[in-house]
């Protein structure tokens, strides 16, 4: 198990870095975001979770009531959050997210789905062998999770953190008791960018 969270750390903290380069100058955004959230399971069961999103397509579409953009990003999450009293949810996704952005209103909606993995873990697990109670180390179970994301924010501009969103997403658990259960999660987050402030054009 601790050779699969190494693989997932790896193949997140590679995503951003494999999709480095530079758009050219009409780009609202830089390639590369990054967002940080407050991540709370039903709202109450807290956790912390990164995304990193590079852009695949872009469109800037202007009309007479402003200036509007719409992206295709691909983007990848890696989280958790706190049970108390039960366990630690540990998460890894990724997705293709639409993303359209009222510049002239300062606001971005977004929906995004895409293949995830779920990973419980359970601190009080002992293990029975030959009359022998052991504590039974990083006990829990791994899922296929995919997961169908919809998200607003309010843009931040000429500012490191470039805008703050709100997001809701449903995690859905295969096999799971032999079904397939939903997880309801809520975030809010602080989007970031290391090369440059967001400028409106």
Not at 66 to 72: E, I, L, N
Not at 95 to 106: A, H, M, P, S
């Amino acid at each position: 198990m601790k050779k699969e969270i190494l693989i997932i750390c790896i193949m997140f903290f590679s995503f951003g870095t494999t999709y480095s380069q530079k758009t050219d100058t009409t780009s609202i955004l830089d390639t590369r975001t990054y967002t940080i959230s407050y991540f709370g399971n039903n709202l109450l069961k807290p956790g912390i979770k990164l995304e990193t999103n590079v852009i695949l397509t872009e469109k800037i579409v202007i009309k007479k009531k402003g200036v509007r953009t719409k992206q295709f990003l691909l983007g990848g999450n890696l989280g958790f959050y706190w049970h108390h009293r039960s366990h630690i949810g540990g998460f890894n996704y990724y997705q293709v997210i639409y993303k359209n952005t009222k510049t002239t209103k300062l606001k971005h909606t977004k929906i995004g789905i895409g293949p995830g993995i779920y990973r419980s873990f359970y601190p009080q697990t002992y293990s029975v062998s030959n009359g022998n109670v052991n504590k039974a180390s990083l006990a829990g179970r791994t899922y296929f999770a995919p997961v169908l994301s919809f998200g607003t924010g309010r843009i931040i501009p000429d500012r490191f953190f470039q805008s703050r969103t709100f997001s809701t997403n449903l995690m859905f658990l295969f096999d799971y008791n032999s079904g397939i259960v939903p997880l309801l999660n809520f975030e809010v987050g602080l989007c970031f960018n290391f090369n440059s402030h967001y400028t409106l054009k």
